[in-house]
């Protein structure tokens, strides 16, 4: 079943604003590190932001760092990603991700289906 959807993606012009949402239907959400990551045309797919468990500790990619935003809420199965002042070269396809291993992001890894950012210049 689907376990991580995506939604708030979308057309903005250079210096707008997008706020990403994922919602998650995974058994104890709060057991998981939740994370961010984007692939652009070409190009692999990179890390953008991850947040605790609790949500007391975030970490971010240095291309954007400043620029957004993680947060989760844990009673409503969600984790969020604020993009600000966006650049044509955020343009991606972002993906939510769920570890279960606190943030390793290296195996046992549940990922949603992506949303597609696009921003024109």
């Known amino acids: 079943q689907v376990q991580l959807v995506e939604s708030g993606g979308g057309l903005v012009q250079a210096g707008g604003s997008l706020r990403l949402s994922c919602a998650a239907s995974?058994?104890?959400?709060?057991?998981?590190?939740m994370g961010w990551f984007r692939q652009a045309p070409g190009k692999e797919r990179e890390f953008v932001a991850e947040i605790s468990r609790s949500g007391g500790n975030t970490h971010y990619a240095d291309s954007v760092k400043g620029q957004f935003t993680i947060s989760r809420d844990n009673g409503k199965n969600t984790v969020y990603l604020q993009m600000n002042s966006l650049k044509p070269e955020d343009t991606a396809v972002y993906y939510c991700?769920?570890?279960?291993?606190?943030?390793?992001?290296?195996?046992?890894?549940?990922w949603g289906q992506g949303t597609q950012v696009t921003v024109s210049s």
């Open positions: 991700a769920a570890d279960p291993y606190g943030g390793n992001w290296k195996k046992g890894l549940v």
């Open positions: 995974l058994r104890r959400f709060s057991s998981y590190a």
